[in-house]
């Protein structure tokens, strides 16, 4: 962007956040303005999330920033400014991100003043930021996780440089608050307890990717939800990758069951959900609080990865078979109608036909109301990735094949026992094959469509089930 002349800032830049940010917004917003009378026109952005919930929840901060500058949210990517939030999970949520780029190439040619940034987990691995260094040099910004909070100064550096702006950082213990966020809907929201993992999960990335642990104050927790209840929220989720560990490394330790205890006083709102939950770090003060609770959801997401008490070892998960059997007993004695779901690796190395069928048990038994089923992706500096018994592709199809169909067939066993219930359901939006139609959740994350229009959005209402349709409902607003 080097044919913009540099803006001289009248103010000293100040070191202190969020205060630094607000001064590069300004900033940010004067270059944008001048590119919009060079073109005679409001210039666009998109945003593209690859990732989980963290990962949307982090889109919205980027959304939040490119609104405050004077962008405008487009649903294309024929946009002035396109951002890709990256995941790098498991490979195949890389490869999507570089076959997307060739396409953005095009775009750019047809307008070159187009920005094409990346940001998120991907851009923390070293292999990838040279990659894109030799092969994709039309990027013009690219940072990493552990510094999102800085966007509004790379859009600024980014228009002043006529180089790829690049901006890493290993790791940070910092947080943070107070700058603005653009949510997708107006009455539920994300919302972060905390940042990072510190589990080391032998196949999985995200620590190295996002950083060590850190949990948010609670103050600033609270503070937050009151403020999205203020301007309309009645649901959030709590995020963290391990939100039963939240609050061990506060100044004053704080249990996720006392958070959680603090959030059900907001006045106002009405569901709380959170996720993930590690079954190592899941209290009986924690199922304590969700038994008396009345906003917590019915719906409880507990990763099983496998039943194997072997293979749970090798991927040092800190959890029998049997330790998890025992809590899903005791989660089910105190909240008997809650929904279980988990997720599931099939194919981990060294995994035997054995190991698999105790994964197959721990399925039936547990009777999950829904699972996501992952092949094992190897991840380049995990210790699994270093392991020779990686199980072969055929046998890891074959089991997977397997697993899918046994959770289908529970799931949509345990979604039928739900027809001919009146539940409340959260009105989320018009249904976008069916005009005449509303769709919602209920507390326990199932889908529900009924007819209604948009004046219900964002409402609870009593819907009595008519009809499972496998993975959702079709109802009726009625009185109960
Ligand atoms: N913190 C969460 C999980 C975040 S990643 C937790 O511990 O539950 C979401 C899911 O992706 C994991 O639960 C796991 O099932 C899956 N996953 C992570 N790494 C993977 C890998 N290398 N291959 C396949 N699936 C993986
Ligand atoms: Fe990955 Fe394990 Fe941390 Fe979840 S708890 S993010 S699976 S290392
Ligand atoms: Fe993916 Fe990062 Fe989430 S690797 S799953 S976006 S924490």
């Not at 205890?261 to 709380?272: A, M, N, S």
């Amino acid at each position: 962007m080097k044919e913009l002349e540099k803006i001289v800032p009248s103010a000293e830049i100040p070191v202190m956040e969020p205060q630094r940010q607000f001064y590069f917004m300004d900033i940010a917003k004067q270059y944008v303005a001048r590119l919009e009378e060079k073109k005679g026109r409001k210039l666009t952005f998109c945003v593209n999330t690859f990732g989980c919930q963290m990962n949307a929840r982090d889109s919205e901060k980027l959304c939040g920033i490119l609104e405050a500058v004077g962008y405008v949210e487009t649903d294309t990517e024929e946009a002035d400014f396109v951002i890709y939030n990256t995941c790098t999970v498991r490979e195949n949520a890389n490869n999507k991100v570089y076959g997307r780029l060739g396409y953005l190439q095009g775009l750019k040619r047809k307008n070159p003043d187009m920005i094409i940034a990346l940001c998120g987990c991907m851009m923390q691995e070293e292999k990838v930021v040279e990659k894109l260094k030799k092969s994709y040099r039309y990027v013009n910004l690219i940072f990493g996780t552990h510094n999102i909070y800085k966007f509004a100064e790379l859009i600024v550096q980014t228009f002043e440089s006529d180089k790829m702006v690049i901006d890493i950082w290993k790791d940070t213990d910092k947080i943070v608050e107070e700058l603005p966020v653009e949510r997708k809907y107006r009455f539920k929201s994300g919302v972060n307890i905390m940042f990072g993992c510190n589990n080391f999960c032998s196949y999985c990335i995200v620590p190295y990717v996002r950083g060590r642990e850190r949990s948010r104050k609670p103050q600033d927790i609270i503070r937050e939800i009151e403020g999205l209840v203020a301007d309309g929220v009645v649901e959030v989720m709590l995020l963290g990758q391990n939100v039963n560990s939240y609050g061990k490394n506060l100044d004053v330790p704080v249990t996720f069951a006392e958070l959680l205890q603090e959030i059900e006083k907001i006045d106002g709102l009405e569901r709380i959900r959170f996720m993930t939950s590690h079954p190592k770090d899941l209290s009986d003060e924690l199922i304590e609080v969700m038994k008396h609770s009345k906003k917590i959801c019915k719906h409880l997401h507990l990763p099983l990865q496998s039943g194997s008490s072997r293979v749970l070892k090798e991927m040092n998960r800190r959890y029998t078979k049997e330790q998890y059997l025992a809590l899903v007993d005791r989660i089910r004695a105190a909240v008997p109608d809650i929904a279980l779901t988990t997720d599931i690796i099939v194919g981990f190395p060294g995994e035997t036909e054995e190991d698999f069928e105790e994964t197959m048990d721990v399925v039936r038994k547990v009777q999950y109301d829904s699972a996501f089923t992952f092949i094992y992706s190897k991840r380049t500096g995990t210790p699994a990735a270093e392991k020779e018994d990686q199980v072969p592709e055929a046998v890891v199809k074959e089991r997977f094949d397997r697993l899918l169909a046994e959770v289908q067939t529970i799931a949509a066993k345990k979604a039928q026992a739900y027809e001919g219930q009146t539940l409340p359901v959260l009105v989320e939006e018009v249904n976008e094959h069916d005009k005449n139609l509303v769709t919602g959740r209920l507390s326990n994350n199932s889908v529900v469509h009924f007819p209604g229009d948009s004046s219900l959005i964002g409402k609870i209402v009593d819907v009595c089930l008519k009809e499972c349709k496998g993975f959702y409902y079709m109802g009726e607003q009625c009185e109960k």
